[in-house]
């Protein structure tokens, strides 16, 4: 069973930068799409971002600009560049491919605060 690690997070001033990683124990090449979501206290998890193998990205409208997804399947990694962060960007950011692996790491928190 593939296992997911996110890394990356920290405590950031509006406008900062972020870069998050998710490493997979085994290979993401099976899962043409990689997400990244993210779960705010006491709401529920929404999807941010896609890649595909193609290349394609796809982005939730809000982060839309600012964050970039792409992944390394020689290294089994998938990374969030996040750009301009805004306090509405604080919450907890997981990663999962499509259909998702058998579990979902422990996430990565980000909180943007002055």
């Known amino acids: 069973q593939v296992q997911l690690v996110e890394s990356g997070g920290g405590l950031v001033q509006p406008g900062g930068s972020l870069r998050l990683s998710c490493a997979a124990s085994?290979?993401?090449?099976?899962?043409?799409?990689m997400d990244w979501y993210r779960q705010a206290p006491g709401k529920q998890r929404e999807f941010v971002a896609r890649?595909?193998?193609?290349?394609?990205?796809s982005y939730v409208d809000s982060v839309k600009g600012r964050f970039t997804i792409s992944r390394n399947n020689a290294k089994n990694t998938v990374y969030l560049q996040m750009n301009d962060l805004k306090p509405e960007d604080t919450a907890v950011y997981y990663c999962?491919?499509?259909?998702?692996?058998?579990?979902w790491g422990q996430g990565t928190q980000v909180t943007v605060s002055s």
């Open positions: 890649v595909a193998n193609s290349g394609f990205t």
């Open positions: 999962n491919g499509v259909p998702t692996f058998g579990s």
């Open positions: 085994g290979s993401i090449f099976s899962r043409n799409l």
